[in-house]
């Protein structure tokens, strides 16, 4: 191999093969990782997927470990789980939508008054 040239050999043929340059991959927007967002008050999945329910709404209040969303991942339904009890503070999903790993749905204030 030389710069963007290639010898290839199928079935016994040698072939060359040149190729345009290679592109660099894009960058990913950054998102918390899942680590950052445990104990805090920011619902999100480890996995993505799609929403099929949110199970609660701004105002609300929930405990911890309650189930707030239901998420569709490779034909499975996972329930998300509150970190924490609290008030929900934002839904920042919705029903249908498509989301990727650690993207906050969900913000959740603290019992303690806490702004997360």
Do not use: H, Y
Request: overall charge positive; glycine content about 8%.
């Amino acid at each position: 191999m030389k710069d963007n040239n290639w010898e290839v050999s199928i079935n016994g043929k040698k072939f060359k093969v040149e190729s345009e340059a290679i592109m660099k991959p894009k960058k990913r927007p950054k998102t918390s990782t899942r680590k950052e967002q445990l104990g805090s008050g920011i619902v999100s999945s480890a996995i993505p997927g799609k929403v099929v329910s949110i199970l609660v709404l701004e105002g609300e209040k929930v405990k911890q470990g309650e189930v707030v969303l239901i998420l569709e991942a490779m034909k499975m339904q996972n329930e998300i789980k509150a970190p924490l009890g609290g008030v929900i503070k934002k839904v920042s999903c919705a029903t249908g939508q498509r989301v990727e790993a650690n993207v906050p749905l969900l913000e959740i204030e603290s019992e303690r008054g806490d702004n997360v």
